[in-house]
C-alpha cells in the first residue's frame, strides 16, 4: 500500500519561504511521477506542481509558477516543494499525491494516492 506523509507547514509572513516534504513508502518511488495540489476550504483542489520518475520534467499551477519549485530525491524516497514569495491566497492545506500508474498527470483525476495534507498559513 502507497503511503504519503507530508511535512514542513507551518505560518509564515507574506514574502517568506517554507520548504514542504513528503514521504513516500511503499512501492518503488523512483518509478512514478509525483505531485502536489492544494484546497482550500469551498473550493476545488487545484494543481500546484507535478514531477516526472526522473526530476527532469517539472510542471506547474499558473498560480504559483515563477515562484514554487519542485524537487525529488530518489534515494531517500522524497518529493519536496519549495515555496517563496509566499502570499496570503497561498493559504491553505497542500496535498501530496501520486497515480497507479506511470504516467504523468496534473489533475485530481489521475491521482489515486493521497497524503493527509499539510497546512500552511500565510500572515499579510
Known amino acids: 500500500q502507497v503511503q504519503l506523509v507530508e511535512s514542513g507547514g507551518g505560518l509564515v509572513q507574506a514574502g517568506g519561504s517554507l520548504r514542504l516534504s513528503c514521504a513516500a513508502s511503499?512501492?518503488?518511488?523512483?518509478?512514478?511521477?509525483m505531485d502536489w495540489f492544494r484546497q482550500a476550504p469551498g473550493k476545488e483542489r487545484e494543481f500546484v506542481a507535478a514531477i516526472s520518475w526522473s526530476g527532469t520534467g517539472t510542471y506547474y499551477g499558473d498560480s504559483v509558477k515563477g515562484r514554487f519549485t519542485i524537487s525529488r530525491d530518489n534515494a531517500k524516497n522524497t518529493v519536496n516543494l519549495q515555496m517563496d514569495s509566499l502570499k496570503p491566497e497561498d493559504t491553505t492545506v497542500y496535498y501530496c499525491a501520486t497515480a497507479a500508474s506511470r504516467l504523468l498527470f496534473r489533475t485530481m483525476d489521475g491521482m489515486n494516492y493521497w497524503g493527509k495534507g499539510t497546512l500552511v498559513t500565510v500572515s499579510s
Open positions: 511503499g512501492r518503488t518511488f523512483s518509478s512514478y511521477a
